[in-house]
């Protein structure tokens, strides 16, 4: 199966910048699109930024001009950079993948466990 680790969370003033990483590990046939997705506490799960093989991408309104989602089809990774970053973007961000496993397995969704990203003074 695929497994999702995420990494960059942390402690931020407002406006500062950080950086995520999710790299995808396991067995690995194909992924026809990779995201970031966060969670706030009592708020329901949202879409943040999402990047496909080819390398379309797609960003949530609230972050557009702020984040920037950058893969690496090689590798498996993709990357967040996360600028002027306000205390409502406080959540726990999540990686996503859309993958197949084998070639014989449909495609499937697949997630990290998660990083906490606290934007505070």
């Known amino acids: 199966q695929v497994q999702l680790v995420e990494s960059g969370g942390g402690l931020v003033q407002p406006g500062g910048s950080l950086r995520l990483s999710c790299a995808a590990s396991?067995?690995?046939?194909?992924?026809?699109?990779m995201g970031w997705y966060r969670q706030a506490p009592g708020k329901e799960r949202e879409m943040v930024a999402s990047?496909?093989?080819?390398?379309?991408?797609n960003y949530a309104d609230s972050v557009k001009g702020r984040f920037t989602i950058s893969g690496d089809n090689a590798k498996n990774t993709i990357d967040l950079q996360m600028n002027n970053l306000k205390p409502e973007d406080t959540a726990v961000y999540y990686c996503r993948a859309n993958a197949k496993a084998t070639r014989w397995l449909p495609l499937m969704t697949y997630w990290g466990k998660g990083t906490l990203v606290t934007v505070s003074s």
């Open positions: 396991g067995s690995i046939f194909s992924i026809s699109d």
């Open positions: 990047i496909s093989s080819g390398g379309t991408t």
